[in-house]
């Protein structure tokens, strides 16, 4: 699963560590935020470690769907409406974790005002689902 022993992703993907989760399979753990910026959120680990989005190759591009599969899940599960749910992903250097994970927020309009632009897609920091599709089937 994780190849790297430092990474707390991988340690709660593997229950070394404590975490609320919320789904899993065979290719993903879905867990609660520890630092929520609004009702909702949650993030969604591939098992496998992958360091950021902009490491993502062709090759993890079924990995990519299981993930975005989960939204849907998880979204059902929670009882999210997914017209007023953000999901995306920090983009390099700005995430603070070093394993892929994806960011699923609902509802969009209680994020926390300072934390707005943090998670807006579009800004420096903060890329959409359909970004990081668009990039994997660009370098196909």
């Known amino acids: 699963m994780g190849s790297r022993t430092s990474c707390i992703f991988c340690d709660i993907i593997n229950n070394k560590e404590p975490s609320e989760k919320i789904y899993e399979d065979n290719y993903v753990t879905c867990i609660k935020d520890i630092h ?3 009702t909702h959120h949650y993030l969604i680990l591939p098992k496998e470690h992958i360091r ?5 190759k062709p090759e993890h591009i079924e990995l990519y769907n299981k993930m975005l599969a989960a939204i ?4 059902q599960k929670q009882g999210l ?4 749910t953000r999901t995306g992903f920090h983009w390099p250097p700005f995430n603070t974790v070093s394993h892929l994970h994806l960011h699923v927020i609902s509802p969009i309009s209680n994020i926390k005002f300072y934390k707005r632009y943090m998670y807006e897609p579009g800004s420096c920091w903060f890329v959409s689902t359909d970004y990081v599709k668009s990039r994997l089937q ?3």
């Open 36 to 38: 929520p910026v609004s």
């Open 81 to 84: 409406d997914r017209a007023v």
């Open 138 to 140: 660009d370098n196909k």
């Open 72 to 75: 849907d899940i998880i979204s």
């Open 52 to 56: 950021n989005a902009k490491q993502l």
